[in-house]
Each structure stands twice: as C-alpha cells, then as structure tokens.
C-alpha cells in the first residue's frame, strides 16, 4: 500500500519568513495530494491541493510543488503570519479515491 | 449549510464496554470516510463508504471495529471491547464523490477515551 513520510515534524519560523514541508509517497499510482492545516483542538480543513497532471498550483501566500518522477510534493508558504502556526498534514489518494494515506504532521510555530 | 457533524463530542468509557460514534456527513455526499488521529499522530485512514456499494474496510484494525452507513447518509463506526490503545479521536469527512476528485469536509471529531 501507500506509505507518506513528511518532514520536518516541527518547524519554527520567523513572521514574514517562508516555510517549506516535504512529503514523499510510494505508490506512483497516487495521484491526488491534498493539505490539511489543523489548528489545535479543531478538524483538519483543506487548504491546497494539486493533481497530478500539474506540477506546481498556488492561492495567495500558499503554492504546492508536485514532482511525480521523484514521488514528492511540498507545501511552500509565504510571508508567514503567526496564525499560520498549526499541524499541517499532506496526504496522497489513489485514482479511485476510496484511501486516503496522511503523513504524520507538521507542527509549524511562526514567531512574531 | 451545515457542516460534517459528528456525536458525541467525548466519550469515556470503561475498558471492554462497546461504544457508538456517529457521523452526519453533508447532504449530498456520496463519499464517507472515518478516521482515528492518536495524539500528536497523522490521520490513520479506517474505512470509506461510497454511495450504496459495499465499503472499504481494509484499514480497521481489528475485527472490533465496523461500520455502517444507513441509506447512504448517517454513518455510525461501532467499537467493541474497548481497549485502553483504542483511545484517540474519531475524525469523520466526507466529499461529494470519490475523494480523488472532491474536496473532503471533516466533523468536529468524537474524542474517545478508554479508561
């Protein structure tokens, strides 16, 4: 099956700094790759996503890479903002859609 | 409108009980999908309904979990014998369709905990 690792765990940044998040997938078949940002005690929400027929997508201060030959996506935030700090996850779906592989998180702490 | 809901919000519950969690996706969506996010871990993917075909259960862990989904909305996962390792909380998301193509919406979560 799928297996998504995603570095770093943590992360502290300056405000106004960038940060930038790694996820590595297995299964070349994967082709959808979302990324939740999950503030504390609340429910992961969507905040990008590409497909795979795309290799970069970008919405304001945030943009995702895509590179399907090495198997790895990142997630690039601009500008940082202290209420961007929360746990990002990235996960990886396969074409039907029906699983759902998340890496283990990104605790992200931006500092004023 | 309305988002994903989920009941309760908490449960507490004394080691080999049976608990019920369960989940409103939004009206419309065909596609549910259950998760359980231990502390300080990722979202480990359990199963996922698609409309009325049969679901995908190959990520419960055991043989005390099941799910079922009624008329193709309400959805409840049923744990049996709990256990103290089954403590976390229960994430529940549904899409229009297929995840592959839809953006998932999650509930609140229900936040288990197995004394």
């Known amino acids: 099956g799928e297996n998504v690792e995603q570095h770093p765990s943590t992360l502290s940044v300056q405000e106004g700094d960038s940060a930038v998040i790694k996820c590595t997938y297995s299964?070349?078949?994967?082709?959808?790759f979302p990324w939740y940002k999950q503030e504390l005690g609340k429910r992961p929400q969507l905040i990008i996503d590409?497909?795979?027929?795309?290799g970069e997508k970008k919405d304001q201060r945030i943009a995702v890479t895509l590179n399907k030959t090495a198997k790895h996506f990142s997630l690039h935030i601009t500008e940082t903002q202290p209420e961007d700090s929360a746990v990002y996850f990235c996960?990886?779906?396969?074409?039907?859609?029906?699983?759902?592989?998340f890496g283990t998180g990104t605790s992200l702490t931006v500092i004023p | 409108g309305a988002g994903v809901s989920q009941s309760p919000s908490n449960k507490v519950t004394e080691k080999g009980k049976d608990v019920e969690l369960r989940c409103d996706p939004i009206?419309?969506?065909?596609?549910l999908y259950w998760y359980r996010q231990s502390l300080g871990q990722g979202l480990e993917f359990l199963i996922y309904?698609?409309?009325?075909?049969?679901?995908?259960k190959s990520g419960l862990p055991s043989d005390r979990f099941s799910a079922e989904r009624t008329g193709g909305s309400v959805s409840t996962l049923t744990i049996q014998r709990t256990q103290q390792e089954d403590s976390a909380v229960y994430l529940c998301?549904?899409?229009?369709?297929?995840?592959?193509?839809?953006?998932?919406?999650f509930g609140p979560g229900t936040r288990l905990t197995v004394l």
């Open positions: 998301a549904s899409s229009w369709t297929s995840g592959g193509l839809d953006t998932q919406y």
């Open positions: 299964d070349s078949a994967s082709n959808y």
């Open positions: 590409i497909r795979s027929n795309v």
């Open positions: 996960a990886a779906s396969n074409p039907t859609g029906n699983q759902f592989y």
């Open positions: 009206s419309g969506h065909t596609a």
């Open positions: 309904f698609q409309g009325n075909s049969a679901p995908d």
